[in-house]
């Protein structure tokens, strides 16, 4: 089992920044970060492999939002710039631990076994 802690997330206007954190108990093959809109499914935004390598991005957010790690902490993290209100929504940090099932899915439910509580990020115009 991996836990995994988010933080960073709370309000913003529209075309500022912010920075989600999500760090993880044990050793991961990918992480990626996931959001959802009420009464939507989750979506996801942004996803890595945890050696680094491939990342992939939502079309909606590509340019704006970067995903990095540091291995050394275990921290996975989610660089949100020029936020719009659009982006307001719970965002979920997600583990997967096999490296075949992250292939092709890092944006995608079958990449990851493990999630975080979420963190909410508010964007106002």
């Known amino acids: 089992q991996v836990y995994l802690v988010e933080s960073g997330g709370g309000s913003v206007q529209a075309g500022g920044s912010l920075r989600l954190s999500c760090v993880a108990s044990g050793d991961t093959a990918c992480m990626g970060w996931f959001r959802q809109y009420p009464g939507k499914e989750r979506e996801g935004v942004a996803g890595?492999?945890?050696?680094?390598?491939?990342?992939s991005y939502h079309d909606s957010v590509k340019g704006r939002f970067t995903i990095s790690q540091d291995n050394a902490k275990n921290t996975l993290y989610l660089q949100m710039n020029n936020q719009k209100p659009e982006d307001t929504a719970m965002y979920y940090c997600?583990?997967?631990?096999?490296?075949?099932?992250?292939?092709?899915?890092?944006?995608?439910?079958?990449?990851?076994?493990?999630w975080g509580q979420g963190t909410q990020v508010t964007v106002s115009s």
């Open positions: 997600a583990a997967g631990r096999v490296p075949s099932l992250c292939t092709g899915n890092l944006l995608s439910f079958g990449g990851y076994g493990h």
């Open positions: 890595t492999f945890s050696g680094g390598g491939t990342t």
